[in-house]
């Protein structure tokens, strides 16, 4: 399909949206192998959305009608505990996937979807998300494979929370913070402390206790979200000490 000739007829703000949409969706892992054409349907029907910090994305009960790729920013899914208090589920953050699980279920959001810092999404409806989901096979593949990676991650969040050790708790996180072999790293947490504290089933008082800890330990140097690890190896090693 010759894209260019359909943008040419196109009034052109729409044309201009439709193609930064695509530019976006061309550098996101799970639709950059999509030929042109699906990549152009998706555009067609997708939105890209701002959030500030705190803003909802969607809220429990609301129906699951659209799908999101996060392009930058952090979102937290929130649910309430059985004291009903409000606990962070998991974190996003740029290149993931969220929303889909209950559009697949046909389910309505179980969860509220929150931005942690200033997002920004592409919004894909549902019907236009599982039209390209059939047409393409390898891209419901690399879509099941991305649920099949958040279930594992978030199965082995559980063991480790089972834990009555915070530290553990907190070590492991920063561990799969950890992006490749070099033994100094400096991350970057995702989201607010308060919002990792309460991931890792913590406190804030707890988790800003723990990070002093470790950081006492020379283990770690904290700067803001900003976390230094002078010997990832022997961060990682603590794990099997404690």
Known sequence: MDCSA????EPRFRAHRRQRIMHSLA?????APCDEYIQYQLAAHARIERFKRGDM??????PADSVFCLLEGSVQLVALDADGRERALELFGANDLFGE???????SHRHWAQANLMTRTVRIPRSTFLDALERDPALSRRVMLEV????ERLMERICCNATPKGVLRVVHYLSNLVEDSQNVQTVSLPATKRTIASLLNLTHESFSRLLRQLSDDGLIEVQGRC??????RRLLAQEALR
């Open 148 to 151: 099949s990676r958040r279930a």
């Open 27 to 31: 550098s996101h892992p799970l639709f």
């Open 57 to 62: 994305i969607y809220r429990r009960g609301a």
């Open 227 to 232: 976390v230094h690890i002078p010997d990832v």
């Open 6 to 9: 359909t943008y040419a007829t």
């Open 101 to 107: 699980i209950n559009l697949l279920l046909s389910h």
